[in-house]
């Protein structure tokens, strides 16, 4: 079975600053999606940014970005130039490959971090 | 973009009182699942329901949960006999699976309270 840790139940950071959240997991899958959701006040799920396993390269999305350690099973998200609308609790999650390729199967999640931007 | 609905937002139910929570997943989605977050915990994962059966069901999905795609466009979770304790946000989530490689889509949930 698989697990996911964020160590961290509650960050702050100030407007325009850099904030990293954690997340580790175990696992004894080899091929494998990790993901950042988030969940603002307003309560829906949103896909923040994914990594594939088997992808080396660190996975970027504008101001998110993510420092993906596999052999440590680590996968932190970074926050560039936060903005209050980053505040929200960002969850990390796992999802084990489907055999054949897709993504089929269910997310582990994380206990979440609640965010919260200063201004 | 297309988006997962759920309703009702907030439900309110009397121990003991059977209760169904609606989502409308995706459209040409394949693949759709429920969680559910009790207060202050982290997200759980429930049941995944693909071509119209249970595909993985978690420890929490016990013979007092059902889920339903009655009409093609409906996912419906059905809690039989409602206890206190499965007071919680329920999220309802689709994908387009396969080779895909799309993400789930999660819906804005549905507060639980049992009273």
């Known amino acids: 079975a698989q697990t996911v840790t964020q160590s961290q139940p509650e960050m702050s950071v100030q407007e325009a600053e850099t904030v990293t959240l954690s997340c580790t997991y175990d696992?004894?899958?080899?091929?494998?999606?990790l993901f950042w959701y988030k969940q603002p006040p307003s309560r829906q799920m949103i896909l923040v940014i994914r990594?594939?396993?088997?992808?080396?390269q660190n996975a970027t999305e504008n101001r998110f970005s993510v420092n993906f350690q596999k052999a440590a099973k680590s996968f932190s998200l970074k926050i560039s130039d936060s903005q209050l609308g980053d505040t929200a609790m960002y969850f990390c999650a796992f999802m084990k490959h489907a055999i054949g390729g897709g993504s089929n199967y269910k997310l582990t999640f994380g206990k979440g971090t609640l965010l919260t931007v200063n201004p | 973009e297309p988006e997962v609905t759920q309703t009702p937002s907030h439900q309110v139910t009397q121990m003991g009182q059977e209760v169904i929570l609606r989502c409308v997943p995706i459209?040409?989605?394949?693949?759709f699942y429920w969680y559910r977050q009790i207060l202050g915990q982290k997200v759980e994962f429930l049941v995944s329901?693909?071509?119209?059966?249970?595909?993985?069901k978690s420890e929490i999905f016990d013979d007092q949960f059902s889920v339903e795609r009655p009409d093609g466009s409906n996912f419906t979770l059905k809690i039989r006999s409602t206890k206190l304790e499965d007071s919680a946000m329920y999220f309802c989530?689709?994908?387009?699976?396969?080779?895909?490689?799309?993400?789930?889509?999660f819906g804005d949930g549905t507060r639980l309270s049992i009273l």
């Open positions: 696992t004894s899958e080899n091929n494998y999606y």
């Open positions: 329901f693909y071509n119209n059966e249970i595909s993985e």
């Open positions: 990594q594939e396993a088997y992808k080396q």
């Open positions: 989530a689709s994908t387009l699976g396969g080779y895909s490689n799309q993400p789930q889509h």
């Open positions: 459209s040409n989605h394949l693949y």
